[in-house]
């Protein structure tokens, strides 16, 4: 066994490389540029991408620029996540039919098109390892899930910018790629703007193999300086979450700090972080029925454990305050979720601090949280 | 090998009789097509489809010696378990399961076993008693101990004098009287100490409100039953069942998957916790 190759893809063969991968089947989802925001969306050409834009993220706050070169992946994620793809928002279950011996089930199997992801991102990768986890791993893998997933090419792509609220470094999930991904590019803007491209899986391979004039071995320069985007973007990542080996263990002795009442204060319950998290998974399953009352349907949806409804039982919602539900939220993704899947539940991609309309920190409260305890005031007892 | 059917989608059960227990329970009969047996253990649940109207987690209250025969008590409470309570004798209902991790019935053989239970908490409890007096000699001495709101609110009168008489101690209690009752008025963790168990040998088995089973555990633990074998049955919003919507999530448990039985040892730390 020879070592996977390691390529050289000019800018301008970009659009032979999305040839070969759709002449192979796929159907290319990729970020495009859509309302202000980078989002992920069908991209046939390379000229769908956003070309010379980045973005600006903080708590609280997204905004696109300009860059000064004309790079196509330079931004960090935005408010789509591959979850969009893999664990729908709203899916169909089965319907039913009122029959004369009760009712009739009809359930279509899972489907899913071939579709290829184009600028996967380390976090993202880990995030879909995450998801495998929690929606294959356990007693009754989703199939709807399963489905997509094993009809999915991942093409990930090594981050040359931190976002203002990345952390992944810190998670130890990027911003390099260390697996996962059928092929994973390496955005070089200079001396000439071109892809170093790393082939990781048998797919990935076929991908390649159709080009129609194969690219060359990257030189050694080039790998070098692949290796030193990754390096810079994490050594200008400026948020990390402390400490994160004792973080699981120690915010289970947390349920009474005062911290939480304080953040309770900020949080809208808007339930905005769930939904862009890579992660999160809570569906609610629902019944609808038509006006004959004879046709019956159930439908998945994505839930949030922000919603009061989410822990409805007779009596009454199990929490009622906004001071539970955050509560609920951050332990679960940093603590419980190790318990409940052995693996932590956040990736660092910083998307809920972005997307938080009051820009909540979720590495601020955990150091909140963790933080020793402060004298009393007044001093000694 | 065949795949497992899709845990997700409910299949047919024909509701055979129903019967009217309490002001607000019924107890119905099931069977599935062609009367194939549904194999449960103690303490597990079904997903319940009144069609077109919603779907709830209802214990399991049957025989398990009688797969084929599926009992479930219900309490109409809200508008699914109303409209399964008021399912006819003929009327269909959609049913997925049996779901979840259900009473240490197994564990329990060589010991004795205590069984204390408060108003519909007896229904899941139910398996456990008929599978003990199935195989009697298997375990040591038994007792249920019941607490009801007022007599009329008990379930299964009919059965209490037989499982008495078949080898289980039977005690009972109201929180209200009416002039008929005899028997003790007041919470169920005041007849503990009437059980007779040893509590160092003795796997305990609870099921009722919250409140009741916190108090009920902290009694048996200050009276030397072993927090690893007191046993809680909690209840939770359950959705999927299977361990993919995370609703029934409790702390670092999902109680469809982990759960609805835990032991004392595994909740103690938990059910302080206000709001979890």
């Given at each position: 066994?020879?070592?996977p190759p390691t390529l050289r893809l000019a800018r301008a063969d970009l659009d032979a490389l999305l040839d070969a991968v759709r002449a192979d089947g796929w159907t290319v989802l990729g970020p495009t540029v859509r309302e202000e925001a980078i989002v992920y969306d069908r991209v046939d050409r390379a000229a769908d991408l956003p070309a010379g834009w980045t973005d ?8 696109l620029e300009r860059r000064a070169d004309e790079a196509l992946f330079g931004y960090a994620v935005g408010?789509h996540s591959w979850?969009r793809a ?26 899913a098109e071939r579709t290829a992801f184009l600028g996967v991102r380390a976090?993202e990768l ?25 009809a999915t090419l991942l093409i990930a792509v090594q981050c040359g910018t ?15 790629v260390?697996?996962g991904a059928d092929l994973t590019l390496t955005e070089l803007l200079e001396p000439a703007h071109a892809f170093v491209v790393e082939v990781g899986s048998p797919r990935g391979a076929a991908i390649v193999a159709r080009l129609a004039s194969p690219p060359p071995p990257a030189t050694?320069p080039e790998r070098?300086a692949a290796?030193?985007v990754v ?151 | ?276």
């Amino acid at each position: 066994m020879t070592a996977p190759p390691t390529l050289r893809l000019a800018r301008a063969d970009l659009d032979a490389l999305l040839d070969a991968v759709r002449a192979d089947g796929w159907t290319v989802l990729g970020p495009t540029v859509r309302e202000e925001a980078i989002v992920y969306d069908r991209v046939d050409r390379a000229a769908d991408l956003p070309a010379g834009w980045t973005d600006v993220q903080a708590p609280g706050r997204y905004r696109l620029e300009r860059r000064a070169d004309e790079a196509l992946f330079g931004y960090a994620v935005g408010p789509h996540s591959w979850k969009r793809a893999l664990h729908p928002a709203d899916v169909r279950l089965w319907r039913a039919s009122r029959t004369a011996d009760g009712f009739a089930v009809d359930d279509a199997p899972p489907a899913a098109e071939r579709t290829a992801f184009l600028g996967v991102r380390a976090c993202e990768l880990a995030a879909i390892a995450i998801q495998d986890r929690v929606l294959l791993d356990g007693p009754y893998p989703d199939p709807i899930y399963r489905a997509r997933r094993e009809a999915t090419l991942l093409i990930a792509v090594q981050c040359g910018t931190a976002g203002g609220t990345c952390f992944c470094a810190s998670m130890n999930t990027g911003p390099g790629v260390t697996g996962g991904a059928d092929l994973t590019l390496t955005e070089l803007l200079e001396p000439a703007h071109a892809f170093v491209v790393e082939v990781g899986s048998p797919r990935g391979a076929a991908i390649v193999a159709r080009l129609a004039s194969p690219p060359p071995p990257a030189t050694e320069p080039e790998r070098a300086a692949a290796g030193a985007v990754v390096a810079r973007t994490a050594a200008s990542m400026g948020r990390t979450l402390d400490d994160p080996a004792r973080v699981p263990a120690a915010l289970q002795e947390t349920y009474d700090h005062p911290r939480w009442d304080d953040v309770a204060q900020r949080c809208l319950t808007c339930a905005n972080c769930t939904m862009v998290c890579p992660t999160c998974f809570c569906t609610q399953v629902s019944d609808t029925t038509d006006l004959t009352g004879d046709h019956a349907e159930r439908w998945r949806r994505w839930d949030s454990c922000f919603t009061l409804e989410f822990t409805h039982v007779h009596g009454g919602s199990v929490r009622q305050t906004a001071r539970s539900r955050y509560r609920q939220w951050l332990t679960h993704k940093l603590s419980t979720w190790h318990d409940q899947f052995g693996t932590s539940g956040c990736v660092g991609c910083g998307r809920c601090i972005t997307w938080c309309p009051v820009g909540i920190d979720i590495t601020e409260e955990v150091r909140a949280l963790l933080a020793p305890a402060a004298p009393a005031p007044g001093g000694a007892q | 090998m065949a795949l497992a059917p899709d845990p997700m989608l409910p299949r047919r059960a024909r509701v055979l009789a129903s019967r009217q227990d309490t002001r607000d329970t019924w107890t119905l009969e099931l069977e599935l097509d062609g009367a194939a047996p549904l194999p449960f253990a103690p303490g597990q649940f079904n997903m319940l489809w009144p069609f077109g109207v919603g779907e709830a987690p209802i214990s399991i209250c049957g025989d398990p010696a009688e797969p084929a025969r599926i009992v479930h008590t219900v309490r109409a409470v809200g508008a699914v378990s109303q409209a399964i309570a008021a399912a006819a004798p003929g009327a269909v209902l959609g049913l997925r399961g049996p779901f979840g991790h259900g009473w240490p019935t197994v564990q329990a053989i060589g010991h004795d076993v205590l069984i204390v239970a408060g108003g519909i908490g007896l229904a899941p409890l139910r398996p456990v008693i008929l599978e003990l007096l199935a195989h009697r000699g298997q375990y040591g001495r038994a007792a249920l101990l019941y607490g009801a709101r007022t007599p009329a609110d008990a379930l299964y009168g009919h059965e209490l004098d037989a499982w008495r008489a078949r080898g289980l101690q039977v005690l009972t209690t109201v929180d209200v009287a009416d002039r008929a009752w005899t028997g003790a008025v007041g919470v169920v963790t005041r007849l503990i100490p009437r059980a007779e168990v040893d509590p160092a040998r003795t796997v305990a088995m609870v099921c009722g409100p919250d409140v009741m089973m916190r108090f009920t555990a902290q009694e048996l633990t200050a009276r030397g039953f072993p927090a690893a074998r007191v046993h809680l049955s909690l209840e939770r919003n359950m959705r999927c069942a299977v361990a993919l919507c995370g609703h029934c999530q409790y702390g670092p448990t999902l109680l469809c998957r982990d759960g609805p039985v835990l032991t004392w040892e595994r909740l103690r730390p938990l059910t302080s916790v206000r709001e979890l």
